[in-house]
């Protein structure tokens, strides 16, 4: 058993105070847990209105398994937000 562990860096120009950005990045941290039974955190960038850094880990049998859960985490995020991906990373742990 592995741990993917992908950070996603978003960009939300439109907004423009923290409570317009918490509108955007709620229902896409909870649409992912949902979706893919995963931890779901904002891990970064708290103080910035415009960009948003989130953490995903899910457990995967095997990388196969978890290159199709991070094809589909990235297919995801064009549903559930406007906001545009600037960043991805993923790892194995």
Known sequence: MLVLVMTLGLSAPWCHSLKEKRAVIRPLITGLRRQFEASVAES????AHQRMEITLAVLVHNTAQGDSIRQQVLSALERL???ELYEETAEYR
Do not use: C, M, P, S
């Open 44 to 47: 970064g960038l708290q103080d």
């Open 81 to 83: 937000t406007e906001a």
